[in-house]
C-alpha cells in the first residue's frame, strides 16, 4: 500500500517506520526543516525502551513538494493546522485516497469533511506514544493500539489489514465517537498536567492529588458529554490512565503537548480542555478546572515562547 503521513514528527515517524518496516511504501509529510533535512540526510534514530538506536530511511518532503498518489494519507497535524494541511496537500488526494485522522483533539472530521466526501475518511484514536528528542530522532516505548471507524460507507478493512501486517494493533469500532471522546479525556488529564506538573506519565501518577484532579476534569467532561450525546465512561478512562501509568506501557513518555511547549509551540488545548469548557459555557454548564487549565496552557505557551525568543536573541549575540 502507498502511504503519506502527514505530520511526520514523533507519532508519525513511529507509526511510518513500523509501515514501512513491514512492507508498505512510506513518504513523510511535515513542515519542520531542521527535520526533513536530518531525516533525508542521516535517516531517522529511533530508540525504543533505552535498547540501541536504529536508522530508518524515509523519504519526509513538505507539503508542497509531495507528489504522486497515495492509497492513504494518515493525519497526524494537530488540529489547529489540519485545514491548512489539506489545503496543501489537495493535488496527491484522488477520489479513491482514504484519509484515516488520529490527531488528537476534537473538531478533526469536521475539519476534514470541507475537503473530501465522507466516504474517504477514516476517524481513529490511537494509544500509541512517541517522543521527539531532537530532529531526526525519536525515543519511544511500550506497545499500543488504534480504533478506527469508516465515517461513510467506505470499506475500512485494506486499511485496517495493512495496519495490522505492521503490528499497529488496529481493531474496528461502530462507535468512533465515543471512543474519540474517551481519548480526549484521557489526553485533557495527562497533557496539560504534565506541562504544569513538569512529569512525565509515571511522575504524574506519584502526585497525590493526581487521579483526584483526573476525576474533577472527568466529570466536567461528562457532563459536556452528555449535552452532545457522548456517554463519557469515567470508570474506563481511570482503568486506561492507571494502566498508562505503568513504564512498560507510556510511564516513560512525556505528552505531546509537553513537547510543544519544550519546543516553544502552540498546543492543542483548545481542542481539549478549551473545547470542553467552550461547549460548557455555551450551554451554562460549569466547567471551572477544565477553563483554569486551558489558561494555564496558554500562559505557559506564552511564558516558554518568551524564553525561547531570548535565548535565541542572546545566541546570536
Do not use: C
Not at 19 to 35: C, F, K, M, S
Amino acid at each position: 500500500m502507498k502511504i503519506a503521513i502527514a505530520g511526520f514528527g514523533a507519532l508519525g515517524a513511529r507509526l511510518g517506520v513500523k509501515l514501512q518496516t513491514a512492507g508498505h511504501e512510506v513518504t513523510g509529510i511535515d513542515g519542520w526543516p531542521a527535520h526533513i533535512a536530518a531525516i533525508n540526510t542521516n535517516g531517522l534514530t529511533v530508540i525504543h525502551d533505552n535498547q540501541a538506536p536504529r536508522k530508518y530511511f524515509v523519504p519526509v518532503m513538505t507539503a508542497q513538494e509531495v507528489t504522486g498518489e497515495f492509497d492513504l494519507i494518515i493525519l497526524l497535524t494537530k488540529t489547529p493546522q489540519l485545514d491548512r494541511m489539506l489545503t496543501d496537500i489537495a493535488p496527491v488526494i484522488t477520489k479513491k485516497t482514504q484519509l484515516l485522522v488520529l490527531s488528537n483533539g476534537l473538531g478533526n472530521i469536521e475539519v476534514i469533511e470541507k475537503h473530501v466526501a465522507r466516504d474517504q475518511i477514516l476517524a481513529g484514536v490511537t494509544l500509541w506514544t512517541s517522543s521527539l528528542v531532537k530532529p531526526g530522532e525519536i525515543h519511544t516505548t511500550g506497545s499500543g493500539s488504534i480504533k478506527l471507524q469508516a465515517i461513510g460507507h467506505a470499506n475500512a478493512k485494506p486499511v485496517v489489514d495493512a495496519m495490522n501486517q505492521a503490528g499497529l494493533h488496529v481493531e474496528l469500532t461502530d462507535d468512533v465517537l465515543t471512543a474519540i471522546w474517551h481519548k480526549a479525556g484521557i489526553n485533557s488529564v495527562l497533557n496539560p498536567l504534565s506541562v504544569l506538573l513538569d512529569a512525565n506519565i509515571a511522575e504524574f501518577g506519584t502526585a497525590g492529588n493526581g487521579m483526584d484532579l483526573a476525576l474533577t476534569i472527568l466529570n466536567e467532561i461528562q457532563k459536556v458529554g452528555a449535552l452532545q450525546g457522548i456517554k463519557v465512561d469515567i470508570a474506563a478512562i481511570m482503568s486506561d490512565l492507571t494502566n498508562l501509568l505503568k513504564p512498560e506501557n507510556a510511564g516513560n513518555h512525556y505528552p505531546s503537548m509537553y513537547q510543544d511547549i519544550q519546543n516553544g509551540k502552540r498546543t492543542e488545548i483548545d481542542f481539549l480542555n478549551g473545547y470542553f469548557a467552550k461547549i460548557g459555557q455555551q450551554e451554562d454548564v460549569p466547567t471551572p478546572l477544565n477553563m483554569m487549565i486551558t489558561h494555564l496552557i496558554h500562559a505557559k505557551e506564552d511564558i516558554e515562547r518568551v524564553k525561547i525568543a531570548k535565548q535565541q536573541e542572546t545566541f546570536e549575540i
